[in-house]
């Protein structure tokens, strides 16, 4: 009689939007999952909290708490990706995002000697309107100022991006080694998609582009420290550029089907009452 062992795989940032729906995911597939997270002792700037919750592991998903572009971001993806391969780890898939140069040196670090590496390159997530900072926005005050412009982003589902990496981490050698490309399947302004949830929320909400610069005194005025606001003024300026307008395949690649579309996205996230003021 054959002991079938399932693979434990920690996933950092399990309460986080990204971290979250990729240990649903996993343990939907199946996998054992050791959530990562300050809650339960992991801190991606306390070194000391690493080993504990990777060794016995046999592959990490790796999500940096800020930006996979910040400054701080490569060196500490590398040592952690060094010290998880040095504990046994071996399959290490790191969430980035599609379009950021300043994200290359993270995708670098994470391919260390011994790793099966995979960096899934992601669209705009679709849930940054329903979790996070521009919700409250569109919820309480029935805008949202941002500086995205006319450009237009093919804004992904967090479900599909979590799906494809729990394909990446149970597919064996299939995507060691590679860089998956992960959008929605059509394009839209910052605008449309506005109206879109306005549509499925059944309320007006507007949308007001500003320049980056415009928007980095708002975050200011908010308590941003100013390294932060300098950083995001950056890369919402570049990101936003227009660079990202265009779909990639890697969900259907992957998982062999159509991405999610925005409108199911919006429908869903309003019948559970997100944007209800």
Known sequence: MTTRTSTTVVVTGATGRAGARVARAAEAAGLTVRA??????????????????????????????????????????????????????????LLSARGEERALPTEAAVRVPGARWTVVRAAWFAQNFSEGPLVEELRLGGELVFPGGEVREP???LRDVAEVVVAALTAGERYAGQVLEVSGPRLLTFGEAVAEVGRAAGRELTYTPVPAREYGERLAGFGVPPREVEFLVELFGSLLDGRNAYLSDGVRETLGRAPRDFTEFAREAADAGVWKP
């Open 155 to 157: 804004f992904v589902d």
């Open 36 to 93: 990562a997270s300050r809650a339960r002792g992991f801190d991606w700037r306390d070194r000391s909290t690493w080993a504990p919750t990777m060794r016995g592991a046999d592959a990490a998903f790796l999500v940096f708490p800020t930006d996979v572009g910040s400054p701080e971001a490569a060196g500490t993806v590398g040592a952690l990706a060094e010290e998880a391969v040095s504990l046994g780890v071996r399959r290490l898939v």
